[in-house]
């Protein structure tokens, strides 16, 4: 891998709700989401972060886009 990219761990608050016709929820579950990954791309807003990367074409796969006032938590990983 060419660039160097920091491994982060990044808990965050998922944004969720019922599908389709619902009775009215009386209590809310907040969802906890944890993603690892390689960090892509950075901005005030948002971070992303990709699962996989090759070595020839720098490729990605599996890119996750997270706004940063959902993180809760945010780490680098050792390599």
């Not at 619902?22 to 971070?47: A, F």
């Not at 074409?57 to 990983?77: D, G, Q, S, W």
Request: hydrophobic residues 35%; glycine residues 4%.
């Amino acid at each position: 891998m060419s660039k160097k990219r920091n491994i982060e761990m990044i808990d965050w608050v998922d944004s969720s709700g019922p599908h389709g016709w619902n009775t009215p929820q009386k209590k809310h579950v907040e969802l906890t989401i944890n993603s690892v990954g390689w960090v892509t791309l950075e901005s005030k807003r948002y971070v992303t972060l990709v699962a996989h990367i090759d070595d020839v074409y720098n490729n990605h796969h599996a890119e996750m886009t997270i706004p940063k006032c959902a993180i809760i938590k945010r780490r680098k990983l050792k390599k």
